[in-house]
C-alpha cells in the first residue's frame, strides 16, 4: 500500500489530475511525519511517505489549499474523509479543486501509545502480522500493535470513506459496536463529586496551547471568541480555575454536531487530557436525545443544535438519566 | 560525595519537605510526569523528563502583579505578588538546568531586574537528576551539554541501589547538610557517568551540526526561501513554546473582576496571530514570519545578544509533542543543508 | 451539601421579552412576591441565549442560572424557543457530566398570563440553590465581591 500511495501521488501529478499532492513528508526518526504540499514529482519522490504512522488528519488544510490555483489531490483515511465531508457541508472547502484519494486503513500507530506501553528510545519498528518489532536504544522490543494505536484508533467508528474521487484499497464499512461510548458511560455513572474531581484532575493542566483547536476541523474560525478581545472571553492563558474549565465546556459546545469524532484534539494535546471524552459526550446525547447522527456521513442531514422537533425532551430530562445526586 | 539507598528516597524527601516546599516529578492524571509538591505517599516518576519544563517554578504561566480596586475617582493600587517561601526542586535534568542560566540572563540579570523571578531563583535550590535513560529525541550534546555531569546546587547520579549526591555550590550545601545522608567516595559516580555516556554515543541526534549558526548569522538566514516550507503545516499553536524550557516571551493583561481590576502576566507565544501586534499594523503578518522568529531566536538573535550561547537546551519535548511534527531539529538540518 | 441559613443566593433569570419577562411585570403588578436576589435580564427571546452567558453568569457571582422562555408552540418568533430548548437541554447535560450540580440550571416556560406561575418558579429556585449552597465549582475567584 505504501509504494502505492507514493507512485499514485507521482501518477497524479505527472498526468495533470492535480497541481500539488498533499500528503506527509519524511521526518527525522520513521514516525514523525509532517504534513506537506508537493508540487512536482521529484519532490515526491524524495520525500513523501505514507506509513503507519500518518495519522495527522489532513482535511483541515484543504480550507487553504482548495482556495488557491489549481487542483491538489489529497489522501484521506476513512476518519478524515468524515472532516472532508463536513467541511463540504459547512462550505468552507471548494470540493471543485480537491482530487480526493481514499484510503483503506487498518489503525495507524501513534508514538505517544508506544512510548506510553514503556517502550523507550525506538529507532525503527516494523510490522509483523499483528505485531510490532522495534529497534530501542536499550535493544529489540516486542509488542502487539493494538497496544500501538491511539484511542480513536482501538474505538474506530468507520472504516468507510465516505467522499473520494478514487479508492485506494477496498473501501470498509462502518463499525457500530466500536464501544466509543463505553468510557463516558463509565463517566456518567459516577457521582457528580467524582466527576468534578477527574475533570479538574484533568482540565487544572491544560496549558492553552490552543492545539486541540487548532487541529481540529471542526474549528475553522477566522476569529476564534477565544482570540477576540471584544468577545470577553479572550483568554491566552487560564487565570483561574474557572477559565480552564470555559475554553473547554465552549469548544466542546461550538463543535456539537459538527465533530466527526476524529480524535486529533486528544492526539496532540501535550498534557494528554482526554478530550474526545467531552465531545463523544455531546455526540451520545444527541443521539439518545434526539435521534442518531453522524456528523460528516453524508450531504443532506441537518445537524441536531440546527434542528427540533415539536416533541422534544424537556431540559428537565437530564434530572432522570444516569449518575447520582451527591 | 554523599549517598542514599534509593529505598530510603522518601524518608530523605520528608526530611525536606518538613523544612520547605519540595517538588518532585509525579506522575499526573495524562500519565506524563509533572513537577508536584511532595505530600507523604508520593512517588517519584522515572520518566525521561516533565512534559511541562522547570521553568514553570521560577516563570509561571500565570503571576499575578498588580490589583486595582476602584472607588469612585479613587483607585488603590494593591501588590498582588503571590508570597513566595524557600523551596526545593528535585529531579531536573541537566537540559532544563541549562535552561535556567538562560532565562537568567534575560531576567535576573538584566537591567531593570525582573524582581518578580529573581525572588524565585533565590529562594528555590535546584537538584539536578542525571539520565539514566536518554531517548531518541534528546540532543542536549550538541549545545555542549553533558547529561553525566548536570548542573544544579546539587546533583544527583542513580548508581545500581543507591543515590549519590553532589553539592555544587553554598546553596546545595546548607541543602545537605543535615539530610540522613552517608558518605561516598568522591569517584562513587564514575560508574554512572559512564553508562550515560555510552548510551548518549548511540543517541540518533548526537551529530547535530550546528556550526552554520549562531551571533551574526541574520543576513544568512533571514531570507532563505526554505522558511516556506518548513512553516507550511505549522498550525500556530502554543504548544512548542509552551512546553520549551527556553521560551521567555511574555504578555501583560488586566482582568475587570467586576470590583476589582487584576493586572498579571502569562506566558505568550510568538506563534500566535496576535504576536507584536501594534497599532500601527502587524509586522509578522503570515504564520512564515513568525515561525522564522522563532528559531531565528534561538538560534541566532539570542546568540547576537548572549555571545553566542544558543537558547535552545535540545531536551526534545518539541520534537516529542508538536501535532505536526516540525521543530528545530528540522529546521537546523534544512537550513544547515542549505549553507553547504 | 450544607444548608447555610445566613446565605442568599445570586440567581439570574434570563427572561424573553415576549412571555416571560411580561410574565414577571404582571406578578409585580399583581404583587406577588419573589426573592430581591433574582436578576432578571431580558433578551428578545430564549434563542438569545448563548450559552457563554451562562457560563459568565456563574463567573461574575450567580449560584444559579434560569431560562424563562415562551411555551413551545407559542415562540413570538415561531421556532425560537425549540433550538433553546435542544441547545439548553444539552449545555445542562455537558455541566452535569463536569461535576456541576444539576440543580443549579433550570428552564421554565411561563407566558404573559403567568405571573403566579413565574413568581412561584422564582420561589422555588432560590429554595433549591439555597439549598446547594455558593457555587463554588463554576466560580471566579476574581469576581467574588469584597
Known amino acids: 500500500m505504501q509504494g502505492q500511495i507514493k507512485e499514485k501521488a507521482i501518477a497524479l501529478l505527472r498526468s495533470g489530475a492535480a497541481d500539488r499532492v498533499l500528503g506527509w513528508k519524511l521526518g527525522e526518526f520513521f514516525y514523525d511525519l509532517t504534513p506537506a504540499v508537493f508540487r512536482t514529482p521529484e519532490e515526491v519522490e524524495r520525500d513523501f511517505v505514507f506509513s503507519v504512522f500518518s495519522g495527522p488528519n489532513l482535511s483541515k488544510y484543504l480550507i487553504e489549499e482548495s482556495k488557491k490555483e489549481g487542483r491538489v489531490a489529497a489522501f484521506l483515511k476513512p476518519c478524515d474523509s468524515y472532516s472532508f465531508v463536513q467541511l463540504q457541508k459547512e462550505h468552507r472547502i471548494a470540493r471543485e479543486n480537491v482530487y480526493a484519494v481514499g484510503v483503506a486503513c487498518d489503525g495507524m500507530c501513534d508514538m505517544k501509545s508506544i512510548r506510553a506501553h514503556g517502550v523507550k528510545g525506538v529507532l525503527s519498528a516494523r510490522q509483523e502480522g499483528d505485531k510490532l518489532l522495534l529497534e530501542t536504544l536499550y535493544g529489540p522490543a516486542e509488542m502487539d500493535k493494538r497496544d500501538a494505536l491511539p484511542e480513536r484508533c482501538l474505538h474506530c467508528k468507520s472504516k468507510k470513506v465516505v467522499d473520494f474521487d478514487e479508492m485506494m484499497g477496498e473501501n470498509g464499512t462502518e463499525c457500530p459496536d466500536c464501544g466509543r461510548f463505553d468510557e463516558v458511560e463509565r463517566l456518567e455513572a459516577l457521582s457528580a463529586q467524582e466527576r468534578f474531581d477527574f475533570w479538574r484532575g484533568h482540565f487544572s493542566r491544560c496549558i492553552r496551547c490552543n492545539a486541540c483547536r487548532n487541529v481540529c476541523p471542526a474549528c475553522s474560525c477566522v476569529k476564534c471568541v477565544f482570540d477576540n478581545p471584544d468577545s470577553g472571553v479572550a483568554q491566552k492563558a487560564a487565570a483561574s480555575d474557572f477559565e480552564e474549565n470555559n475554553f473547554h465546556i465552549i469548544r466542546a459546545y461550538h463543535v456539537a454536531g459538527r465533530c466527526t469524532d476524529c480524535g486529533e484534539c486528544s492526539r496532540v494535546c501535550p498534557e494528554s487530557i482526554p478530550l474526545h471524552l467531552l465531545n463523544r459526550k455531546f455526540i451520545k446525547d444527541m443521539n439518545e436525545l434526539y435521534g442518531a447522527y453522524q456528523a460528516g456521513a453524508d450531504f443532506d442531514s441537518c445537524p441536531p443544535i440546527m434542528d427540533f422537533r415539536q416533541d422534544d425532551a424537556e431540559p428537565s430530562v437530564i434530572y432522570a438519566r444516569g449518575g447520582d445526586r451527591a | ?340 | 451539601m450544607q444548608v447555610n441559613e445566613a446565605f442568599t443566593p445570586t440567581i439570574v433569570a434570563f427572561c424573553c421579552n415576549w412571555c416571560s419577562y411580561a410574565g414577571a411585570d404582571l406578578s409585580g403588578n399583581n404583587r406577588l412576591s419573589y426573592p430581591a436576589n433574582v436578576k432578571i435580564i431580558r433578551i428578545p427571546c430564549s434563542c438569545r441565549l448563548n450559552p457563554m452567558f451562562v457560563l459568565r453568569a456563574f463567573q461574575r457571582g450567580a449560584d444559579g442560572v434560569i431560562l424563562c422562555g415562551c411555551h413551545p408552540g407559542d415562540c413570538h418568533y415561531s421556532t425560537g424557543n425549540y433550538y433553546a430548548r435542544r441547545r439548553m437541554t444539552l449545555l445542562f447535560s455537558m455541566l452535569d457530566y463536569l461535576g456541576i450540580e444539576r440543580e443549579r440550571t433550570r428552564v421554565e416556560w411561563v407566558s404573559a398570563a403567568e405571573g403566579a406561575k413565574f413568581a412561584q418558579t422564582m420561589n422555588e429556585f432560590v429554595e433549591t440553590v439555597t439549598a446547594l449552597g455558593e457555587n463554588r465549582r463554576l466560580e471566579d475567584f476574581r469576581c467574588k465581591v469584597r
Open chain 2, 1 to 340: 560525595m554523599k549517598k542514599l539507598l534509593k529505598t530510603d528516597l522518601d524518608t530523605l524527601f520528608q526530611a525536606i519537605a518538613s523544612r520547605q516546599t519540595l517538588y518532585i516529578p509525579v506522575e499526573d492524571a495524562g500519565k506524563q510526569a509533572a513537577f508536584i509538591p511532595y505530600a507523604p505517599g508520593l512517588v517519584m516518576s522515572t520518566a525521561l523528563n516533565t512534559a511541562r519544563s522547570a521553568k514553570d517554578l521560577f516563570f509561571p504561566q500565570v503571576e499575578s502583579l498588580v490589583n486595582f480596586r476602584m472607588d469612585g475617582k479613587h483607585i488603590e493600587i494593591v501588590s498582588a505578588e503571590a508570597e513566595a517561601k524557600p523551596f526545593v526542586l528535585f529531579g531536573v535534568r541537566a537540559c532544563d538546568a541549562r535552561s535556567f542560566d538562560i532565562l537568567d540572563r534575560v531576567f535576573y540579570d538584566a537591567e531593570p531586574q525582573d524582581t518578580f523571578y529573581a525572588r524565585r531563583r533565590d529562594l528555590g535550590t535546584v537538584v539536578t537528576l542525571a539520565c539514566s535513560a536518554p531517548e531518541e529525541t534528546c540532543f542536549c550534546t550538541a549545545f555542549g551539554i553533558d547529561p553525566a555531569e548536570p548542573a544544579g546546587d546539587v546533583s544527583v547520579w542513580e548508581s545500581g541501589d543507591s543515590c549519590l549526591f553532589r553539592a555544587n555550590t553554598e546553596k546545595g550545601e546548607a541543602l545537605l547538610r543535615d539530610l540522613p545522608l552517608e558518605d561516598a567516595s568522591d569517584g562513587a559516580a564514575d560508574a554512572a557517568k559512564d553508562a550515560i555516556r555510552k548510551i548518549t554515543d548511540l543517541l540518533p541526534l548526537k551529530d547535530l551540526d550546528l556550526t552554520p549558526f549562531g551571533a551574526g548569522k541574520t543576513q544568512t538566514f533571514f531570507d532563505d526561501p526554505a522558511w516556506a516550507s518548513l512553516s507550511e503545516s505549522c498550525v500556530g499553536c502554543g504548544t512548542c513554546t509552551f512546553v520549551c524550557p527556553t521560551c521567555q516571551c511574555f504578555d501583560i493583561r488586566d482582568f475587570d473582576g467586576g470590583k476589582e481590576i487584576r493586572r498579571y502576566r502569562c506566558w505568550d507565544s510568538c506563534m500566535y496571530s496576535d504576536f507584536t501586534q501594534m497599532s500601527a499594523g502587524q509586522p509578522r503578518p503570515t504564520q512564515k514570519e513568525r515561525f522564522r522568529q522563532r528559531f531565528m531566536h534561538k538560534l541566532v538573535y539570542y546568540p547576537d545578544m548572549h555571545e553566542g550561547l544558543f537558547s535552545c537546551v535540545g531536551c526534545g519535548r518539541c520534537l516529542q509533542k508538536c501535532p505536526i511534527h516540525m521543530n528545530i531539529v528540522k529546521v537546523i538540518r534544512t537550513l544547515g543543508e542549505e549553507t553547504k
